[in-house]
């Protein structure tokens, strides 16, 4: 009997992010993360900056997700994301000195609009690097799990 599966669908204003298969996929809410599985009933959340999940037959795929929506309808995820990247698609050194301008002016930061921009703007480079950083942290699991 073949497993139940989920379609997960990842769209920006510019592309396509992702179309395929998922077992399961995590979101991060402005509530919290959200786990969802096959057969989840309907519902409408609102997308926080954070790190999408895609489970597949073992394999996991993380992508940065910047706000927006997400709705749940029979097995169907849709996310229309402010802004999607795949870890591949994350310049590490452009990241970080944006991370460090950010803080920057955070710090000097003196009106309540500013200092929210600059906090976001914070945010945003976190997320970019713990995604970026995946890929090599799940590359070093299998090659530990091969010389096993």
Request: proline residues 3%.
């Given at each position: ?19 395929g298969d998922a077992d399961m996929v995590v979101l991060r809410c ?63 050194a452009l990241v970080e000195a944006e991370r ?49």
């Amino acid at each position: 009997m073949a497993t139940e599966k989920l379609r997960l669908r990842v769209a920006t204003p510019e592309n396509i992010k992702f179309d395929g298969d998922a077992d399961m996929v995590v979101l991060r809410c402005i509530t919290g993360d959200m786990g969802i599985l096959p057969n989840h009933e309907a519902y409408s959340a609102i997308l926080d900056y954070g790190v999408l999940r895609i489970l597949l037959e073992g394999y996991e795929r993380r992508m940065a997700v910047f706000g927006g929506l997400a709705q749940i309808h029979d097995n169907v995820v849709t996310v229309l994301a402010n802004d999607a990247q795949w870890p591949e698609d994350i310049d590490i050194a452009l990241v970080e000195a944006e991370r460090e301008q950010a803080t920057r002016n955070l710090q000097e930061s003196v009106d309540a609009l500013s200092i929210q921009r600059d906090q976001v703007a914070v945010r945003r480079t976190l997320v970019q690097i713990e995604v970026s950083t995946y890929p090599l942290i799940n590359r070093a699991e299998r090659e530990d799990d091969n010389k096993g």
